[in-house]
């Protein structure tokens, strides 16, 4: 892996910390990363704002503990002490975060996904994901540190979804297995019958379909001697269809290829992605290309910034 070479982990400092440090160790070494920054935003609850302003001397033990617990977490859960840097801020997490993330130039942002707090966690992340310009990795808080033994692609035969095989690849290379599943759900249309086809004859012809799409997406791949599995799930709902197949096959991390809504905004996720960060149990790559969307991002983060 050659991609991550900067990374950005939301430290939330709570017992699921850990599970983000190993991954972030584990991203690092397979992929020679130069610089982890590990990144907590200290919640405007903590301190009013009035009152930091006014007495700021107060912040100072906050930005203490929080950096000792996250050097602690760190030290303890990785061995790439030598590349990490801890920072501690305050403000509105996604607008920090996104900041941080065109300051350092990140190739990826870790970050944990909790609901067994509040849904302001759920919410923070899936704006990340959906709105920072490189790949997003995302780890549910049920989620536990394990070998990655089985890889999967949730492809729709876009050029999104070959860009998340290729990473998929590499990922498989960087840890010498075997193969790589590819997923494609596909359904059987509304108004089927007006071919006068039944809907077991029509799901044989989307199938037949989803299987060339295969063949296409795949076709001049350099897959340095990985095998591609096709898994095909038959469902109406394509996030349904997904969590059907990952609970099913015993996937251990899946990877999709965000896709944008047009051109000009394409560093925004999909629909499907979206749930499936809300709903999937297991670690979610999300994987964008950082040359896509910058004007927009740039535009978007001053919006941030400026609050216009």
């Given at each position: ?8 982990v939301g430290m939330?400092?709570n017992?699921k910390d850990p599970?983000?440090?190993?991954e972030a160790a584990?991203l690092?070494?397979l992929?020679g990363s ?6 907590h935003v ?5 301190i009013?704002e009035k009152i ?6 107060l912040?100072?033990?906050f930005?203490e ?6 050097k602690k977490?760190?030290?303890?859960n990785s061995?790439e002490?030598d ?5 501690i801020?305050?403000g509105?997490p996604?607008k ?9 130039d990140a190739?990826?942002?870790l970050l944990?996904?909790?609901?067994s707090?509040?849904?302001?966690n759920?919410k923070?992340t899936e704006?990340?994901?959906r709105?920072a310009?490189?790949?997003?990795f995302?780890?549910p ?9 089985n890889i ?8 999104h979804?070959?860009s998340?095989l ?9 840890l010498?297995l075997?193969s ?9 249309p509304?108004?089927?019958h ?7 004859e029509?799901a044989e012809?989307?199938l ?5 799409e ?6 001049g ?9 096709p898994?095909f ?6 996030e349904?269809g ?5 609970n099913?096959?015993s996937?251990?991390i899946l ?5 944008g809504?047009?051109t000009?905004?394409s560093i ?9 960060i809300?709903n ?5 790559l999300?994987?964008?290309n950082k040359s896509a ?5 740039e535009?978007m983060?001053?919006v941030?910034?400026t609050g216009?």
């Amino acid at each position: 892996m050659y991609r991550y070479r900067r990374m950005i982990v939301g430290m939330n400092l709570n017992e699921k910390d850990p599970v983000l440090v190993r991954e972030a160790a584990r991203l690092a070494e397979l992929g020679g990363s130069e610089k982890i920054v590990y990144l907590h935003v200290l919640s405007a609850q903590e301190i009013p704002e009035k009152i930091s302003k006014e007495y700021p001397q107060l912040l100072s033990p906050f930005h203490e503990l929080a950096e000792e617990r996250i050097k602690k977490t760190v030290l303890e859960n990785s061995s790439e002490s030598d590349i990490f840097e801890c920072r501690i801020r305050e403000g509105l997490p996604i607008k920090v975060i996104l900041e941080e993330v065109k300051a350092l130039d990140a190739d990826i942002v870790l970050l944990g996904r909790n609901y067994s707090h509040k849904r302001s966690n759920k919410k923070l992340t899936e704006n990340i994901a959906r709105k920072a310009p490189c790949s997003v990795f995302i780890v549910p808080s049920e989620s536990h540190y394990r070998k990655i033994k089985n890889i999967m692609v949730a492809s729709d035969g876009s050029s999104h979804s070959k860009s998340a095989l290729e990473e998929a690849i590499l990922l498989a290379k960087s840890l010498r297995l075997e193969s790589v599943s590819c997923l494609t759900v596909y359904h059987v249309p509304m108004g089927y019958h007006s071919t006068g086809k039944s809907y077991e004859e029509f799901a044989e012809i989307m199938l037949a379909n989803a299987k060339l799409e295969f063949k296409e997406l795949t076709e001049g791949l350099d897959v340095g001697g990985i095998d591609i599995k096709p898994v095909f799930e038959l469902d109406e709902h394509v996030e349904k269809g997904i969590l059907s197949a990952v609970n099913r096959e015993s996937v251990d991390i899946l990877i999709v290829g965000a896709r944008g809504r047009s051109t000009g905004a394409s560093i925004l996720l999909g629909s499907v992605t979206e749930h499936l960060i809300g709903n999937i149990n297991i670690p979610l790559l999300a994987v964008k290309n950082k040359s896509a969307g910058v004007d927009f991002f740039e535009a978007m983060l001053d919006v941030l910034m400026t609050g216009n």
